[in-house]
């Protein structure tokens, strides 16, 4: 099938007022509930779905996404919601679609009372849903290869990025690329990333590598 992508791209800047496309459907974003509206006119036509604007992921016809603590699939010619699976409910925890690969949509879950993060993969054919890795949340992908933070915050500081491989089994870690890092990109089969000596951010470096993680370069 078609690879799946953000429903949000990341040159967003004011989504309410522009429409991104996917396939043959124009997304934006209500300006009050954050929720996407779909049409297959740029300029007009518009209907409000159940679809959480910033975690959402589409193939051009159909999108997945967490609401309340459940997985949905919403299909866009019939508009229809189907829920996949109901999430482990407890206390604050908040739970986001952040990528897709194949067959499998990795889920993480983040929680401000437990001070945790942990990734879940669900099957898209068997229906199973498992817990991959603790102390970990997906911030990009690329192929097998995903970059993903491992520290839990209430803030924006600079935190530990690591790079992982998705395998049959789920998420495996390569290595660990900054200990003190804040902010990174993928282009172009690169990964650029900064890494500071510390917490406090005073002296840092911008840094490349392949996205296997080798050749890193300043």
Known sequence: GT?????????DIDASKTAVKH??????????DEKVRISTQKNSGYKKTPIPYYSSFTNGSQAYYVRGKAL???????????????LPVKGDRYYYVS???GNRIFITMESFDEWLMETYSYNVKTGQLKKTMTDCAIED?????????TEYQSDVSAHPLILCKITSKGLTKVKTLSKYSLGYRIIDGKIYYTSYTGIEMKKGSLCRCNINGDNREK
Do not use: M
């Open 3 to 11: 690879s799946y992508v953000p429903v949000r791209s990341q040159e």
């Open 23 to 32: 396939g043959n459907y124009y997304f934006k974003c209500g300006e009050k």
């Open 72 to 86: 949905y699939r919403y299909v866009f010619a019939s508009g229809q919601e189907k829920k996949l699976k109901n």
């Open 99 to 101: 990528t897709i690969y």
């Open 141 to 149: 992908r690329s192929g097998k290869y995903v970059i993903a933070r």
